[in-house]
């Protein structure tokens, strides 16, 4: 083998996406605010809940990091799940078409289930999950969502526990992604819009 590095092209075509670092987006809501909120959601949760035990099902990837740090600020016995859908792209106008990819592992009837998402944003989402998961008759549903886009509601939909109500911008960071990217970025910021791709 040759120690050759390989000739990559160094200009970029127009549509290929950019990924400026998370350092240069300006915060939106910080580590320190994320913390608090998402103790005062584990308090209030565990005062509705006394006495019972909650399934918390992560919707993948974007509330995984939600939903660990909410489990450990509810204090009744939680179990955890997960469910996977398919994503139908920021830009499409969707269809409502929404399509599970990864089912949850053990049964719900008789639970008392909370869905957790990283952000509620045109509704169509949840709306099908939340249908979907009453069909399994748990015991109660609610919904947590660490952000609320409410402006860019297609269908009508609200969650029980919101950390942070947010303008129709674009972020990244705390389990959420632009392109695969930036889920590990622990304060929530602003995506560029001029952004290449975006
Ligand atoms: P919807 O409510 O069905 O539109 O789906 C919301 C999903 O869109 C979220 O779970 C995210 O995966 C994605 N999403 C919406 N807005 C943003 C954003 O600002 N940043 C990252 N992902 C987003
Ligand atoms: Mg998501």
């Not at 320190?32 to 399934?55: M, P």
């Not at 998402?117 to 709306?127: A, K, M, Q």
């Not at 674009?170 to 632009?178: E, K, S």
């Amino acid at each position: 083998m040759s120690n050759s590095t390989v000739a990559l092209p160094n200009s970029k075509t127009a549509a290929e996406p950019t990924f400026p670092p998370s350092s240069t987006m300006e915060i939106l809501i910080s580590k320190e605010q994320l913390a608090e909120r998402v103790t005062a959601i584990g308090k209030q949760i565990s005062a509705e809940y006394e006495g019972h035990s909650i399934v918390l099902i992560g919707v993948l990837k974007g509330a995984a990091i939600f939903l660990a740090d909410l489990a450990r600020a509810i204090d009744v016995d939680v179990t955890f799940d997960f469910v996977a859908v398919s994503s139908y792209g920021r830009a499409r106008v969707s269809s409502g078409a929404v399509k599970m990819i990864k089912d949850i592992d053990n049964p719900i009837e008789g639970k008392h289930v909370i869905l957790v998402e990283d952000i509620l944003d045109t509704g169509l989402t949840l709306t099908f999950l939340r249908d979907l998961m009453l069909q399994h008759k748990p015991a109660s549903l609610k919904i947590a969502t660490c952000l609320d886009k409410p402006e860019r509601r297609l269908v009508p939909i609200q969650a029980d526990y919101v950390a942070f109500a947010i303008p129709n911008q674009f972020v990244i960071g705390y389990g959420m992604d632009y392109a695969e990217r930036y889920r590990g970025v622990e304060d929530i910021r602003l995506f560029p819009n001029e952004a290449v791709g975006h």
